[in-house]
């Protein structure tokens, strides 16, 4: 029984009061994520670093989802305070998101989801008489518009207020689920990966076939990260114009072929097919659902991370030689104290025409994506007065959105606003389809939304700066460096909001322009692709070392992987000479470019032994 009270991430915390009589707290916590059955509810852990938790959300476009449930199970009968963590996340005034929980068939407290309040804090539930110490504890959605629940706790000191502040917050969840114990050990790798995009994977894919025991660390169920059935990006940049013939091999495995942006289809991004292709390779071990939160250093190095499993909450450390920073968000770059940019840098700073005059925070926003499908019989679509309003003034008329469909920018950001900015794209796109829905019947009368990306596609956030940092300059020159590896032919492609978007939502602009501004193919330095302050840290994908300019045109996902597979490379000779990735730039350069150009023998570069080329 104790084994699985543990497994269904229910607590007991006992606190003794100082006054006598000594009275002993009785507190069952429950993640919500951890449900047994989430039914139709799906668990999203991008806000993991403002709330601390995972949570459960009801993503149902407007029908309400199927029951989560679980067995909750309590140290005793009597009374017990309930306290429900949510929020209301579209208050203009009260939003959509509502829900009810139920104890044994009982109602617990009202609905929940419609406080007016967007603050993630605790609702007072009531007081309830447990007669069984076992209980089937149901959420129920009402809506279908993303009602979402963080925990419910159980507690006999019926007088008792949780904590609600991040800091004290997690030291209670931790204390009563005891997350704050040791975590599981999850191995020692020669490279470990944080982050299953398609860069992610591919520096791993190609380190584990290199000989190198890797793993590879994804916060989500799936790999691909925006190329995923959860955000659908099609992949852009060539790999067919590569000036270094090694590379690219791998991201042709990944890639599923090109059903544009937004396709209704999952099957489209071949989720299945990378999975299969990582299972396959023996020196690999893939962890899913596992969000890194923690790093430990020594000194300038890396020694370990900690991830959590997003539904379970059951801690992993991993313990390395080299670690590759492949989040997007430079989540282990920050950890450790990597040197990092945010932002765009002024033109006095970096010398680049296209550079803002000023040096500021903003960025390039986040996508969700969303298509509809043509239906045989008349439907509708509920009222939305939460939303962002349209009129045939102003509306988008799509049967399905393509990247323009954009929020960011300098208004949030993209990391720990996370939340609101796809909760803003939800009030757009859920508003504007109401719109079309009674403002343009004899387009839209018989088509449904079939998909909506709850998961963002962020394009910006973090930059881990490394010995080199890629200018406009550098790309528009086509600037040979010595160590110039990847090969790159996006445009300087930097997103604006749309200026009659701006025009009808100043301020709250969700639709995005851009300016492509051409480049012949150039290269990325290797030096771009390891940490100037953080000895054994790689990077690969839209956090390298560039400045917000030169970004523009690194961000796109085939030159991503391209830059994973160098780090695959770079991370073999590190192993070989057992030296740093600086090192491998200092002393070993030769051999890596040889490497890449494939004109290394085999027995002085890639060892056949090691695995597949």
């Not at 894919?205 to 916060?219: E, F, Y």
Request: charged share 25%.
């Amino acid at each position: 029984m104790k084994a699985r009270w543990n497994r269904l991430v229910t607590g007991l915390l006992l606190m003794i009061f100082s006054t006598a009589p000594a009275y002993a707290q009785r507190h069952v916590y429950v993640e919500a994520e951890s449900f047994e059955n989430k039914g139709g509810w799906v668990t999203d852990q991008q806000s993991f670093v403002v709330i601390g938790s995972s949570y459960l959300m009801a993503h149902g476009m407007g029908r309400p989802v199927k029951d989560a449930s679980t067995t909750v199970q309590f140290p005793g009968t009597g009374k017990y305070r309930v306290w429900v963590r949510t929020k209301d996340w579209a208050p203009f005034p009260k939003g959509p998101g509502k829900f009810t929980l139920h104890l044994g068939g009982q109602q617990l407290g009202n609905v929940f989801g419609e406080s007016g309040s967007d603050e993630w804090k605790w609702y007072d539930a009531g007081v309830i008489d447990v007669k069984e110490t076992s209980a089937k504890l149901v959420m129920k959605d009402l809506t279908g518009f993303n009602g979402r629940c963080d925990a419910i706790l159980f507690t006999d000191a019926l007088k008792f207020t949780p904590p609600n502040t991040l800091a004290t917050l997690n030291a209670f969840r931790n204390k009563v689920l005891h997350t704050s114990s040791t975590p599981a050990d999850g191995g020692h790798f020669d490279l470990v990966v944080v982050g299953g995009g398609i860069a992610g994977t591919c520096a791993a894919i190609n380190a584990s076939r290199l000989g190198l025991k890797t793993a590879l660390i994804q916060d989500r169920p799936v790999l691909g990260g925006n190329n995923s059935s959860e955000v659908r990006v099609h992949l852009r940049g060539d790999i067919d114009k590569n000036h270094y013939p090694k590379l690219g091999r791998i991201v042709r495995e990944m890639d599923n072929g090109d059903p544009g942006n937004g396709h209704p289809d999952a099957s489209e991004y071949g989720d299945a097919r990378k999975i299969a292709i990582v299972k396959a390779e023996k020196n690999l071990t893939v962890f899913l659902n596992t969000h890194v939160h923690k790093v430990e250093k020594e000194k300038d190095r890396i020694t370990a991370v900690i991830g959590r499993n997003i539904n379970t909450n059951q801690e992993t450390r991993f313990t390395g030689t080299y670690f590759s920073d492949c989040t997007g968000d430079g989540t282990v770059g920050y950890l450790a104290g990597a040197d990092f940019r945010m932002g765009r840098e002024s033109k006095a700073e970096t010398g680049e025409s296209l550079a803002a005059e000023k040096a500021d925070s903003f960025t390039l926003g986040t996508s969700n994506l969303w298509a509809s499908l043509e239906k045989d019989t008349v439907s509708s679509f509920p009222e939305t007065p939460w939303a962002l309003q349209f009129s045939d003034e102003y509306h988008i008329d799509q049967d399905r959105s393509d990247w323009e469909w954009e929020t960011g920018f300098g208004n949030f950001n993209t990391i720990t606003d996370a939340e609101k900015i796809r909760d803003h794209n939800l009030r757009a796109i859920y508003g504007n389809w109401s719109y079309l829905k009674k403002g343009k019947p004899e387009k839209y009368a018989k088509r449904e939304l079939a998909w909506v990306a709850y998961i963002g596609g962020k394009r910006e956030s973090r930059r881990i700066m490394g010995d080199h940092v890629l200018t406009q300059m550098d790309i528009q020159e086509g600037k040979r460096y010595p160590d110039g590896a990847v090969t790159a032919t996006w445009t300087i492609d930097l997103h604006f909001p749309n200026e009659k978007n701006s025009k009808y939502f100043e301020g709250q602009e969700f639709f995005a322009s851009t300016k492509h501004i051409r480049v012949a193919p150039y290269t990325i330095p290797y030096r771009c692709l390891y940490s100037r302050n953080i000895s054994n840290l790689f990077m690969a994908g839209r956090n390298i070392s560039t400045t917000h300019v030169a970004f523009g045109s690194t961000r796109v996902m085939r030159t991503c992987g391209m830059m994973g597979e160098v780090v695959g490379y770079a991370a073999y000779l590190g192993k070989k000479y057992k030296t740093t990735p600086r090192g491998v730039y200092q002393q070993h350069l030769d051999e890596l470019m040889g490497i890449l150009n494939d004109d290394v023998p085999q027995q002085q570069g890639v060892d056949n032994k090691a695995g597949r080329q």
